[in-house]
């Protein structure tokens, strides 16, 4: 399994910007699709954007859509959320998540998809 360490978190105020970083260590992530998550308090944990292995096809949640972007540098074997436009429902602590996959175009919406995660990091978004 790779290991994910997630960094970037913060307090920030609303209409603010943080970056998200997921640093993988033990394998490459060049064949791994990627995901971020987040659980907010008293929800459950949701989709923030996926992406594949080879970066060409990407999902970002409605919720999130032109505001956040996800992307990957697999020579730093790290993958980025870019934050923008933040606004307090965005609180939560933020997941990163990995898996093995068999074709460099595919990326994983559900959570169960998704091999190695993260320890998270918390992102709070004061108003």
């Known amino acids: 399994q790779v290991q994910l360490v997630e960094s970037g978190g913060g307090l920030v105020q609303a209409g603010g910007s943080l970056r998200l970083s997921c640093a993988a260590s033990g394998r490459s992530l060049s064949r791994y699709a990627m995901g971020w998550f987040r659980r907010a308090p008293g929800k459950e944990r949701e989709l923030v954007a996926a992406?594949?292995?080879?970066?060409?096809?990407?999902l970002h949640a409605d919720s999130v859509r032109s505001r956040f972007t996800i992307s990957r540098d697999n020579a730093k074997n790290t993958v980025y959320l870019q934050m923008n436009s933040l606004k307090p429902e965005d609180t939560a602590v933020y997941y990163c998540a990995a898996r093995q996959a068999s074709a460099s175009g595919n990326y994983y919406y559900h959570g169960a998809s998704y091999d190695s995660w993260g320890q998270g990091t918390q992102v709070t978004v004061s108003s």
């Open positions: 992406i594949s292995w080879g970066g060409g096809n990407i």
